[in-house]
């Protein structure tokens, strides 16, 4: 008797903590962000710069709570078409979300360029409750955001997480816009760095 009691207890506790999983919604198509992911300088597949992007996977990175302030002076803001993405979200204080429905194909699923959609809502693990959430997101054409050679990342902004059973709310009623764009290779780094030792050698013999 007092062992059904127990499992009894243990399965409410279960379903009351699955209840309490707060997700948002990885949705853009009809939005105010709609087709905002655009390419940047020198992006990979570029059909022309600040064409809307098709192909490239979409990710969210999230913390509970407003830490915008922090999350923008770290990443230095949104990617945008004038310069390229040299940076990681590692650090940054940010999560990357990796429950189903994190990541949307952008185009993909007959949606058009820039615009990306998932019928249900991403859970973001460790938050709970109707909560507000600040949450990156990141676009990039290769197996993870910080191995692609073509990336790029919105600004930080809040948005609220809603407890199941409630229907999440659609990250593109919150989301800046942003570019990708090619991210240099180390090789290229290497020569940055020998131009400037040749210009402060120089410069000390004169």
């Known amino acids: 008797m007092k062992k059904v009691l127990v499992s009894a207890i243990l ?64 990443t230095g803001g949104a990617t945008t078409q004038g310069g390229l993405n040299n940076g990681t979200l590692v650090g940054s204080g940010l999560t990357l979300s990796t429950t189903p429905n994190s ?26 409750g109707t909560v507000p959430v600040t949450v990156v997101l990141v676009a990039y054409n290769g197996a993870s955001y910080e191995a692609s050679t073509s990336r790029g990342h919105s600004s930080a902004f809040v948005m609220t997480a809603n407890a199941s059973p409630t229907f ?6 919150f989301a800046s816009a942003f570019s990708v764009a090619a991210v240099p290779e180390p090789s290229t780094f290497a020569l940055a760095g020998l131009g400037l030792a040749s210009l402060l050698i120089f410069r000390r013999r004169k």
């Open 103 to 128: 990541t949307a194909t952008i185009g993909g699923g007959g949606f058009g360029p820039g615009d990306y959609g998932n019928d249900f809502g991403a859970v973001l693990t460790g938050i709970s």
């Open 11 to 74: 399965g409410l506790v279960a379903i009351a903590s699955v209840q309490a999983q707060s997700a948002i919604r990885l949705y853009n198509y009809g939005t105010a962000s709609s087709g905002s992911i655009t390419y940047g300088a020198g992006a990979q597949g570029s059909s022309g710069l600040g064409q809307a992007v098709a192909g490239y996977t979409i990710g969210i990175y999230f913390a509970a709570g407003d830490i915008t302030g922090a999350a923008n002076t770290f």
């Open 168 to 173: 999440p709310f659609l990250t593109g009623d």
